[in-house]
């Protein structure tokens, strides 16, 4: 892939990143203020929040998930690098493309089983507990969650060193105009 695929990528994936840190940045807002509202009526009013855990249970899982390809873009992932002062570069190229390689194979993996327990779930019509919320929905939004995941790993292995100068270029850009 060339340098200008790699630009081009960057772009959509910034105004992506975008949408999905919104959406996760709201179901934390949501959760705070369920949180407050539960503990503020269970303890000063005697009246708890019905199904207030499930709610939170929910967005947690959206907020983990949807952040899940952000991370995995600008590779945030929890790292240990013993011997990375030992290694040639070429080699560490080498062995960063491998890596997301596989990974891209574990996260496609990982959907498409999602994605099946999802329609699963949606064939048996599976609810939650309390407020009877169809669990199918969290699972599908996993499963997209874990396929953009796999999208990017793939993106990341084909692209190599590419996809960080690319983004290096349009991060600053890109950043100051979120803001």
């Not at 570069?89 to 990974?103: I, K, N, S, V, Y």
């Not at 609810?127 to 199918?136: D, G």
Request: net charge neutral; with cysteine.
């Amino acid at each position: 892939m060339t340098h200008t695929s790699a630009r081009l990528w960057c772009g959509s994936a910034a105004a992506l990143k975008r949408l999905l840190n919104l959406l996760a940045a709201l179901m934390l807002l949501l959760m705070m203020a369920l949180t407050a509202y539960d503990v503020a009526g269970r303890y000063l009013f005697n009246q708890p929040l019905i199904g207030a855990s499930e709610l939170i249970e929910i967005m947690l899982a959206a907020a983990i998930f949807l952040v899940l390809p952000t991370i995995t873009w600008h590779r945030e992932h929890v790292a240990v690098d013993l011997t990375e002062h030992l290694l040639p570069p070429w080699l560490r190229r080498l062995r960063d493309r491998l890596c997301h390689a596989f990974m891209a194979v574990g996260a496609a993996y990982l959907a498409t089983t999602v994605w099946k327990l999802a329609e699963r779930a949606a064939r048996f019509n599976s609810v939650t507990e309390y407020l009877s919320i169809p669990s199918a929905w969290a699972m599908y939004l996993i499963a997209a969650s874990l396929w953009l995941t796999a999208f990017t790993f793939l993106v990341l292995a084909l692209l190599g060193e590419k996809a960080d100068q690319a983004w290096q270029q349009q991060a600053p850009q890109q950043e100051a105009a979120a803001l």
